[in-house]
Antibody
Framework: QITLKESGPTLVRPTQTLTLTCTFS??????????VGWIRQPPGKALEWLAL???????RCSPSLKNRLTITKDTSKNQVVLTMTNMDPVDTATYYC?????????????????WGQGTLVTVSS | QSALTQPASVSGSPGQSITISCTGT?????????VSWYQQHPGKAPKVMIS???KRPSGVSSRFSGSKSGNTASLTISGLQAEDEADYYC??????????FGTGTKVTVL
């Protein structure tokens, strides 16, 4: 079955760069039609889509954060890495990675069907 | 790319039906049949309940259904149960391989 797990620092200082790793199993980027996204949720607030990388290395980031985000993958390690520069206390949130499959009929990527447990990142001096 | 608009809270008694709306624009909800809904219990990761506007993933109760009209998508929970009390989020494809989530709705079972 598909599983994902986020890892990275729990505390980051303001202005530092955050690096998070999503390690997954049950699927591979060697197979066409899969993607892995990052979504975050500040305490008590809504989900926010951050970035997504596809099996063919196509990648997209949220327009509001694109200058700060980088998403990469390591197919051999089954990992996706998200980096976010210039961290600020407002970036304090639980960060999730999630799997998204492509529909075999429409060709569109459908929904985030498997999620990691999330990792809480606090930005504070 | 602004967050989709959802009511902050919806409540209902056990056995009743409730509907949560998700309003976007002609660039996201209105353009693609790629709206999904997620249920999130406190301290837990979100769980997909509906994909592609109205498709129910395997294992999701038939009490959950989705629809869309114009720029507004809806999630209906029929036969409301205590276990349905949670936060619910919609998500829509916004074009150019980007996505946007809703503001979230807290469902309370009275």
């Amino acid at each position: 079955q598909i599983t994902l797990k986020e890892s990275g620092p729990t505390l980051v200082r303001p202005t530092q760069t955050l690096t998070l790793t999503c390690t997954f199993s049950g699927f591979s980027f060697s197979t066409s039609g899969v993607g892995v996204g990052w979504i975050r949720q500040p305490p008590g607030k809504a989900l926010e889509w951050l970035a997504l990388i596809y099996w063919d290395d196509d990648k997209r980031c949220s327009p509001s954060l694109k200058n700060r985000l980088t998403i990469t993958k390591d197919t051999s390690k089954n990992q996706v890495v998200l980096t976010m520069t210039n961290m600020d206390p407002v970036d304090t949130a639980t960060y999730y990675c999630a799997h998204i499959p492509r529909s075999g009929t429409t060709g569109f990527y459908t929904a985030f069907d498997f999620w990691g447990q999330g990792t809480l990142v606090t930005v504070s001096s | 790319q602004s967050a989709l608009t959802q009511p902050a809270s919806v409540s209902g008694s056990p056995g009743q039906s409730i509907t949560i709306s998700c309003t976007g624009t002609s660039s996201d909800v209105g353009s693609f049949n790629l709206v999904s809904w997620y249920q999130q219990h406190p301290g837990k990761a979100p769980k997909v309940m509906i994909s592609e506007v109205s498709k129910r993933p395997s294992g999701v109760s038939s009490r959950f259904s989705g629809s869309k009209s114009g720029n507004t998508a809806s999630l209906t929970i029929s036969g409301l149960q205590a276990e349905d009390e949670a936060d619910y989020y919609c998500c829509a494809y916004a074009g150019n391989s980007t996505y946007v989530f809703g503001t979230g709705t807290k469902v309370t079972v009275l």
